[in-house]
């Protein structure tokens, strides 16, 4: 089974932008505010966070591709 992380560089930006976003939009009672999405490919793994407002944070590292 494949686990999906992310690199100590690619959660400070989530945090940075987490504390900088403000949407209006409530957290649910199970934590679905953001969701994180990983797509696999031949290349490399991009990674992106969307909040249920529709903002959205790339999070790939291209430079390591």
Not at 41 to 65: F, R
Request: glycine letters at 8%; one cysteine or more.
């Amino acid at each position: 089974m494949k686990t999906f992380t992310l690199t100590d560089a690619q959660e400070a930006k989530y945090e940075k932008w987490c504390k900088s976003h403000r949407c209006r939009a409530e957290q649910t009672t199970i934590g679905g505010k953001y969701t994180f999405h990983f797509t696999p490919t031949g290349a490399g793994e991009t990674v992106d966070v969307t909040c249920v407002c529709g903002k959205k944070l790339e999070l790939t590292e291209w430079e390591n591709w």
